[in-house]
């Protein structure tokens, strides 16, 4: 997961310019440099690709040569009948969980917490190619500490598409059955103390709701 940034990282190693973007039918690669870089990034691209990715085949052809000065992640191309996979959700990493407990983290508590190597995909998509613009995301824009750590290629949020944080991603609420708000900040206390009375808790996950009660 977080292919395009693992790609545009081992560019970089190679000392390659171009650029990376998806496309309808997956990733695509313009890499210019000497014949040995380009035959190790060639190779790189399977061998050292993240765990989670599902490299089925690389198509290699020979293009003209376009003197680009860098490399670089470029805007998507939407333009053809998708035909490349959505990927799955994954569980918030070991990294992303420790920010989340960390007191002084700036996303502890977040539950919506993510990086290229985690969180929604599948649940949150609604067009091809995957980009934030095409998930359920696009209604949420990053702040200023969000897309410092999107653009930087040092980040491990680097390019992750569902990034966000408590101040300007999806937060959560408890309403009654009525639709009234309770609880307000606590609303995760206030939902335990129901659950202990035998209240009934409908909870909305990434993909559906679960019932919770105390049997």
């Known amino acids: ?52 990715a599902n490299v089925y085949s690389v198509d290699t052809r020979e293009a ?17 009948p998708a035909t490349a996979g959505i990927s799955p959700d994954l569980p918030a990493c070991g990294e992303c969980l420790q920010e989340m407990l960390d007191g002084a983290d700036r996303r502890t508590g977040y539950p919506y917490i993510n990086c290229s190597a985690c969180g929604p995909r599948f649940s949150i998509i609604r067009a091809m190619p995957y980009d934030r613009a095409a998930t359920t995301m696009r209604d949420w824009q990053m702040c200023e500490a969000c897309s410092v ?44 103390l129901r659950l202990r ?11 559906g709701y679960h019932l919770a009660c105390d049997a």
């Open 149 to 192: 750590e999107y653009l930087d290629p040092a980040d491990r949020r680097f390019h992750a598409q569902p990034i966000a944080c408590s101040q300007c991603g999806p937060g959560y609420r408890l309403v009654d059955s009525t639709g009234l708000a309770v609880g307000g900040t606590g609303a995760i206390a206030e939902a335990a």
């Open 1 to 52: 997961m977080g292919f395009r940034p693992f790609v545009y990282r081992l560019a970089c190693e190679h000392n390659l310019t171009g650029h990376v973007i998806n496309d309808a039918h997956g990733v695509r690669v313009h890499a210019e440099g000497d014949e040995s870089s380009l035959l190790a990034f060639e190779r790189d691209l399977v061998s050292r690709a993240p765990e989670v």
């Open 64 to 80: 003209d040569f376009r003197f680009f000065d860098s490399f670089t992640i470029g805007e998507s191309d939407g333009g053809e």
């Open 197 to 207: 009375a035998g209240e009934i808790v409908a909870i909305k996950g990434i993909g």
